[in-house]
């Protein structure tokens, strides 16, 4: 079975652009959670998605968003970039009534200059 | 707010030595997770605690889970090279199926020959 992939695995940007990061879950999981991970803050929860609605929302700004489509892929958002918005961009998949078994994908390097 | 605190952040052992990496939280929770990272790469699920007393091993490593004392344990014995990596704990704060893991900072283990 494939794992949770991520793409594009490396992205440079410019303050005040947007940038789209697009995470396939593995066959079958419904829910798809994002974290960016920071030297700083560590890892912090952005958002879960399952069936298409956001069931969780972790604290950050409006400028952060996401969407999930009915195939279960997802994608998220940053609009308006600002420096602080480098991080490694981590998404998680499950498989619904299954605690605890949470896969990680790859992850996305942003780095906004 | 829930917190997760790992200690110690950093950790240098010698290889063949034992030593404990501790993870404390401040609410109630019967889910633990350990994921191990290595530099770059992704995290790496190693251990699921689901309930009080819980006790798993895999190798050289050992986890644990204290309910009430909202403490585990990630035991390492005999290190050996290849354990290098920074290890994670994370909490499961999930409610009614939305997902969320809450981090603990990470403890850099660095294991020498």
């Known amino acids: 079975k494939a794992g949770v992939t991520q793409t594009p695995r490396y992205l440079i940007k410019t303050r005040g652009q947007q940038v789209t990061l697009s995470c396939s879950p593995i066959?079958?999981?419904?829910?798809v959670s994002w974290y960016q991970q920071t030297p700083g803050q560590g890892l912090q929860f952005l958002f879960e998605?399952?069936?298409?609605?956001?069931?969780n929302k972790g604290n950050f700004p409006g400028r952060f968003s996401g969407r999930q489509f009915s195939n279960s892929r997802s994608e998220m958002n940053v609009s308006t970039l600002e420096l602080g918005d480098s991080a490694l961009y981590l998404c998680?998949?499950?498989?619904?009534?299954?605690?605890?078994?949470?896969?990680f994908g790859p992850g996305t390097r942003l780095t906004v200059t | 707010e829930l917190k997760v605190e790992q200690n110690p952040l950093f950790l240098s052992m010698q290889e063949g030595k034992n030593y404990t990496i501790y993870c404390n939280y401040s609410?109630?929770?019967?889910?633990l997770y350990w994921y191990r990272q290595d530099p770059g790469k992704s995290l790496e699920s190693l251990f699921v605690?689901?309930?009080?007393?819980a006790v798993k091993q895999e190798g050289r490593l050992m986890a644990s889970l204290d309910t009430k004392a909202r403490l585990s344990t990630l035991h390492i014995t005999a290190a050996v090279h290849d354990l290098s990596a920074t290890y994670f704990c994370?909490?499961?704060?999930?409610?009614?199926?939305?997902?969320?893991?809450?981090f603990g900072q990470g403890t850099r283990l660095t294991i020498n020959p």
């Open positions: 998680a998949s499950s498989a619904w009534g299954v605690v605890g078994e949470q896969y």
């Open positions: 066959s079958g999981h419904r829910s």
């Open positions: 998605y399952f069936s298409e609605t956001q069931r």
């Open positions: 609410t109630t929770s019967d889910r």
């Open positions: 605690l689901l309930s009080n007393g």
């Open positions: 994370a909490v499961d704060i999930s409610h009614q199926g939305a997902q969320k893991l809450v």
